[in-house]
């Protein structure tokens, strides 16, 4: 009669593993595509000013914040999708608050558009009282 030894249950768990381990490779790379939006204040407003926030927020609800440079552009870099492009803010002088807000709903970001988008802003002025 011929014996065979068997090999314990998790030996042969951890052989399986390690074969699966070896056998498999997943490497996953993003495209991101450049954004840039322009905000556009009324006529007869204030001028653009670095510091504005603007945001993007995707379909899956993820946001992405940048500010203005001085001529009130943000640029982002973001995976393609649906985006809302919202901006507000509070800019002080001495005599005069102003309010901005702006959003644009329903864009597709996608690397092959040219991904410039233009955010008209409403501005309320509100007068400082010394």
Known sequence: MKV?????LSVVSLMLSALTLVSC???ESMQLCKVEVQLQYPANSISA???????????TASVFVDS???EGKAVFQVPPGIYQVSSSDTYLTYDYRYILNGVKS???ISPDSSNQIQLPLTVSTKRIVH
């Open 106 to 108: 329903q864009l597709i």
């Open 4 to 8: 065979t030894r068997l090999l314990p």
């Open 49 to 59: 000013y670095a510091g504005a926030p603007v945001l993007l927020t995707d379909a």
């Open 68 to 70: 203005t440079n001085t």
């Open 25 to 27: 490779s997943y490497e």
